[in-house]
Structures are given as structure tokens and as C-alpha cells.
């Protein structure tokens, strides 16, 4: 079962996501994919820490390379979240230019490998700014990973001010 | 509680007028009034521009937020979405979408009815379209 949640900054869809991967028995993984530079990414790296405590996922650090994760076959697995693996693919040193088919392929690797995947992503080309080159790249590119994950994917869950609404399949929990 | 959320300019006071069984004249602009008068309105529109003047007075918005949705059960709060982006430089412009967000999922939460209105269209997204 393969679950993608997407929808804009801070509404609800970690706790979704989360609600989704535990409705599932077996091994819980949570991959987690936020590099932990700066304050900002200190406290949100904190702040999920603290909501997963005690629901018994075992956390995967994964920065790039998705493909090579490896968790067992009757597993649950939360991975969060696309904008990261694709920005610090595209950002770091010896970074690739164009990431779509590394990490669209990457994730769907993760999902034939494991029972259960639950995917989150963000909504990020509805601000209305222009911006540099690179970051136009980057809006396209992880819109472009998002409609892929969308084929693949089972369910896809929109999530507005914490309300999760159903764009493909069911809600699963 | 009733809720209108969806981007800038999509008809979302106008949804309200049409089906809250309200004037215009009754929903407050309080992206434009200090945080004194809130108690005053009845429904308000741009509450996330709201939250910005509480940030500026040093006054917690989740905390506020919280109050409202006890005290004013009645209310029609109109907020646009405005976390559909790339995550903003600027520390303060960060911390704002991160609390429009917040206080987004907490009136949510609290209301009876949510819609979101794209293009004039609202669509019930929590509660029952009969309350329309």
C-alpha cells in the first residue's frame, strides 16, 4: 500500500502520514531526510522527534541515494520528505542537476521492497514569486517527482489546515 | 465555528455572504485593525494577516488562536493558504507561514464547517454541506 501526503507548510500532514504508517503491523521505519544544519532545522527535526516517541519506529537517516535503503519485507516505512532528498540532491556537493528519475525511481524501489509506504511531500508552486534559476528548477522538478510518486502511489491524500482530503484511492486509517 | 480557507482573491468573502446568511458589512478586515477591537467583530477575513500583527505585538497567535475558538464559537473566519511555497528566507517571514499553518489546523479543528473556495467554487472539505 503506497500513500502519498502532500499539501503546504506546517497543516497537518506529518501527523497524517504518521496515523497511516502505524495502522500497518510489522517493523516501522521512518526515514528521515532533513539534514540537520541550522537552528530551523534543529527544532524541526525536535518537534517530529517528540510526535513519534513512543509509536515504535526505528529511524533510518537517509540524505540522498533512497535506492539504496533496505528494510525488511514486512515492514511499514514513513519517509519525510520528498522536498528534502530532492533539494539535497540537487544542493550539496557533487549534487546532480537534474533529479527526478534518482529519486522517482529511488521511491518506487522503497515501495516494491516494503508492505507499506507512506510518503510525504509538499506543495510548493502556489506562492506566486519568481525566483532564481535554480529555484525554479527545484519548484519543477519536485512537482514533476510528485506526479510520479501520484502514478505509482495507492492513495494520495491533500492536506488542507489539517484536514486530509482524498485526491486518489481511500485514507487509509 | 465556520472556516473559509483557499488563496488570494477566490471569492471566499463573497462565498461567505452568499451562504452564511451575512452582509459584507459584517465581516471585518482584520488584516487592517489592531488586536484591541478583535473582540468586537462578529466574522472576520485575512486572519492570517491578523497573525502578523500579533507577531509584531509579541503576542503569542496559537495561544490567541485558542481563546477565539472558545470565545467566539459563532464566528466566520476567512484565512487565506498561504504555506503552497518555497520555504522563505527571511527568519520572521518563515516563522509566519509556519504559524499561519498552526493556527490554520487549530481553527480547522474547532469549526463546525470548513470549505475551500478556488475560483468562486467552495467545497466542503469538513462538516455537512446541508449546514450551507
Same mark, same amino acid.
Given at each position: 500500500m503506497i500513500t502519498l501526503v502532500t499539501g503546504g507548510s506546517k497543516c497537518g500532514?506529518?501527523?497524517?502520514?504518521? =496515523?497511516?504508517? /502505524? !495502522?500497518?503491523s510489522g517493523k516501522?521505519?521512518?526515514?528521515?531526510?532533513?539534514?540537520?544544519?541550522?537552528?530551523?532545522?534543529?527544532?524541526?527535526?525536535?518537534?517530529?522527534? =517528540?510526535?513519534? /516517541? !513512543?509509536?515504535?519506529?526505528?529511524?533510518?537517516?537517509k540524505f540522498t541515494d533512497v535506492n539504496e535503503i533496505v528494510v525488511p519485507k514486512k515492514s511499514s516505512v514513513l519517509l519525510e520528505c520528498v522536498g528534502n532528498l530532492c533539494a539535497n540532491e540537487m544542493f550539496t556537493e557533487n549534487g546532480i542537476f537534474n533529479p527526478?528519475?534518482?529519486?522517482?525511481?529511488?521511491?518506487?524501489?522503497?515501495?516494491?521492497?516494503?508492505?507499506?509506504?507512506t510518503i510525504v511531500t509538499n506543495e510548493i508552486g502556489s506562492d506566486g514569486f519568481s525566483y532564481s534559476c535554480e529555484i525554479e528548477k527545484y519548484i519543477e522538478y519536485m512537482n514533476r517527482i510528485n506526479h510520479g510518486i501520484y502514478i505509482f502511489s495507492d492513495n494520495v491524500i491533500e492536506c488542507i489546515y489539517g484536514i486530509p482530503i482524498i485526491l486518489k484511492g481511500e485514507l487509509p486509517c | 465555528m465556520k472556516f473559509i480557507v483557499g488563496g488570494a482573491f477566490q471569492g471566499k468573502t463573497e462565498f461567505a455572504v452568499k451562504n452564511f446568511g451575512i452582509s459584507e458589512a459584517e465581516i471585518t478586515d482584520v488584516g487592517k485593525c489592531s488586536?484591541?477591537?478583535?473582540?468586537?467583530?462578529?466574522?472576520?477575513?485575512?486572519?492570517?494577516?491578523?497573525?502578523?500583527?500579533?507577531?509584531?505585538?509579541?503576542?503569542?497567535?496559537?495561544e490567541f488562536t485558542n481563546v477565539i475558538c472558545e470565545k467566539k464559537s459563532d464566528m466566520v473566519i476567512i484565512m487565506n493558504e498561504v504555506g503552497c511555497g518555497i520555504i522563505p528566507m527571511d527568519e520572521k517571514e518563515r516563522k509566519w507561514r509556519e504559524i499561519c499553518g498552526k493556527c490554520g489546523c487549530i481553527?480547522?479543528?474547532n469549526s463546525e464547517i470548513v470549505v475551500r473556495v478556488i475560483c468562486?467554487?467552495?467545497?466542503?472539505i469538513k462538516g455537512d454541506n446541508a449546514c450551507l
Open positions: 500532514k506529518s501527523a497524517i502520514a504518521e =496515523k497511516i504508517a /502505524c !495502522g500497518f516501522k521505519f521512518y526515514i528521515a531526510t532533513m539534514k540537520p544544519y541550522g537552528k530551523d532545522a534543529f527544532q524541526a527535526i525536535e518537534r517530529h522527534r =517528540k510526535m513519534r /516517541c !513512543g509509536k515504535g519506529f526505528e529511524t533510518l537517516e527526478v528519475e534518482k529519486v522517482t525511481d529511488g521511491i518506487k524501489y522503497l515501495c516494491e521492497t516494503a508492505e507499506a509506504v | 488586536v484591541n477591537q478583535f473582540s468586537e467583530f462578529t466574522n472576520v477575513k485575512n486572519y492570517h494577516i491578523f497573525i502578523r500583527t500579533l507577531m509584531d505585538m509579541k503576542i503569542d497567535p496559537i481553527i480547522a479543528e468562486g467554487i467552495g467545497t466542503v
